[in-house]
């Protein structure tokens, strides 16, 4: 299975609503990634967990909160978004935090109105 | 904070031509990708090559990396209407995540 999943694949939310997305992978990486995505624009790091700990904040704002529950399972955590928060959320992995080639997800495409 | 600068940024050719597309970037590096978007949704891995490589071949894809200009090239021979994506180049990886450039939105005309 070389496959990351993530789920939903749409998502339309309010400024106070709360929401998570979820990505999968069931490839035995230890490193898994989510990055954002503005519309034509390249893919923006946003947070690194290594070995199911948070290696890497890439400054975002605390409104979004990620999860590593185990090591085949990322969430991200969503609370009082803003409109400009609209994006592709990409969910990405790699075998080991130092291996270079990375797996994506299809991503979740959010929507705040 | 973007890494690389792809040029150009939109490409269209015709079926069965080349396409060539080239990306700068601006620090030291141990390796740089390319990987493919297609339509908004999640991006391939296409190819891999390391600083001490300065060119590389994967079936129709032909990659060069220049050091001392800080510059990769990627180039698809004999185009075909299902290579229309977008392509990024992305320097670091790892523990560190990926920079991606800006990307070269190619499309190939029937």
């Known amino acids: 299975d070389t496959e990351v999943t993530q789920t939903p694949k749409h998502l339309v939310m309010g400024m106070t609503n709360k929401k998570s997305l979820k990505c999968e992978q069931h490839?035995?990486?230890?490193?898994m990634y989510w990055y954002k995505q503005k519309a034509k624009k390249p893919p923006e790091l946003m947070f690194v967990y290594s070995y199911e700990k948070l290696s890497i904040n890439e400054s975002v704002p605390s409104r979004f909160s990620p999860e590593c529950p185990n090591s085949s399972l990322l969430n991200l955590h969503l609370h009082a978004l803003q409109p400009e928060d609209s994006a592709l959320y990409l969910c990405?992995?790699?075998?080991?935090?130092?291996?270079?080639?990375?797996?994506f997800g299809p991503g979740t495409r959010l929507l705040v109105l | 904070s973007q890494q690389g600068e792809e040029d150009p940024q939109a490409l269209s050719i015709q079926e069965g031509e080349n396409a060539t597309m080239n990306c700068s970037y601006k620090?030291?590096?141990?390796?740089l990708q390319w990987y493919r978007q297609n339509s908004g949704r999640g991006l391939v891995h296409l190819i891999l090559?390391?600083?001490?490589?300065r060119e590389k071949h994967s079936g129709r894809l032909r990659v060069t990396l220049d050091t001392s200009k800080k510059s990769s090239s990627l180039l698809i021979t004999a185009s075909r209407a299902a290579d229309t994506a977008s392509y990024f180049c992305?320097?670091?990886?790892?523990?560190?995540?990926?920079?991606f450039g800006k990307g070269t939105h190619l499309i190939i005309q029937p």
């Open positions: 490839m035995g990486h230890r490193a």
């Open positions: 992305a320097t670091g990886g790892g523990a560190d995540g990926l920079t």
């Open positions: 090559i390391r600083s001490n490589e």
């Open positions: 990405a992995s790699s075998q080991v935090p130092g291996h270079e080639t990375q797996y």
């Open positions: 620090t030291s590096i141990n390796n």
